[in-house]
């Protein structure tokens, strides 16, 4: 049973839903808890957090108006180009990569297929921006360490049936020894199952998954949220998608630790 996520986003940064109307979704859900995580501020991302002293301030005070209901994290979804100002001011962090800096300029890894593309150009095609990529996520559990590793292998987001590029040998060797930095980095990975809507399949991918498995590391189960409306969206197909790895349980958020939860 999901009683808690905390890949959340609201009209706070590029969110549909407000943070009330989320925290009335996950009551109605029959949440414990909740999580929060804006992106942080960038000023190279449009769909980013503008101030986060005010962030706080609206959670902190739907945490007063809902206490005794609901228990709600605040966190952050920190890029790793973008780090928030102080880490003690949040309860959690999810550590993304959605940018690659090239010559000065910040090209965006999953806005859409055209700056998608737009950034296989300017790293110097598709090998290269998939090593670009999986260092970025490598140095970034190395010297950021957050709590969570959002949607580990965002880089064949656009990518269905090989579009701009082959999942083959050489591209699974780049991501299996970066996830193999992940698992050593005591990070907790998530599975976001927004994955589904994009190419059918969560990220982190199957084989992926299967080595986590056989490393005997636990996954978060996270809807990537962007609307009250979604907040359990692809979540059945995600624990499926666990349960098909290998996996009889998962870690989900609860009164402020992790707790391993069945599937």
């Not at 300029?105 to 297929?113: C, G, I, L, P, R």
């Not at 992940?182 to 969560?202: K, M, Q």
């Not at 359990?232 to 349980?249: C, D, I, M, V, Y």
């Amino acid at each position: 049973m999901i009683r808690s996520t905390l890949h959340n986003h609201t009209t706070l940064c590029d969110g549909r839903s407000t943070p009330e109307a989320m925290v009335r979704a996950a009551v109605a859900a029959g949440f414990s808890d909740l999580g929060f995580s804006a992106h942080s501020p960038a000023p190279f991302d449009a769909g980013s957090l503008r101030s986060e002293a005010a962030y706080r301030e609206t959670l902190l005070a739907l945490r007063q108006k809902y206490a005794g209901v609901i228990r709600i994290a605040i966190g952050m979804e920190q890029d790793f180009l973008a780090p928030v100002a102080r880490r003690a001011d949040y309860d959690f962090l999810i550590g993304s990569v959605h940018f690659l800096r090239v010559d000065g300029a910040h090209h965006a890894v999953d806005w859409d297929k055209e700056r998608f593309g737009a950034l296989l150009q300017a790293v110097g095609g598709p090998l290269a921006a998939v090593r670009a990529y999986y260092a970025s996520v490598v140095d970034m559990v190395r010297t950021q360490r957050p709590d969570v590793v959002g949607h580990f292998d965002l880089i064949v987001k656009f990518n269905a049936e090989g579009r701009f590029f082959e999942e083959d040998a050489a591209y699974r060797r780049i991501a299996l020894e970066a996830l193999d930095a992940v698992i050593e980095s005591g990070c907790v990975p998530e599975l976001n199952a927004s994955g589904f809507r994009w190419r059918g399949r969560p990220n982190p991918d199957g084989f992926l998954l299967r080595r986590l498995r056989e490393k005997n590391r636990l996954l978060t189960l996270q809807a990537d949220c962007h609307d009250a409306g979604d907040l359990l969206r692809f979540l059945p197909e995600g624990a499926e998608a666990l349960r098909q790895a290998g996996f009889r349980s998962a870690l989900q958020w609860i009164g402020g630790a992790w707790q391993e939860v069945g599937l």
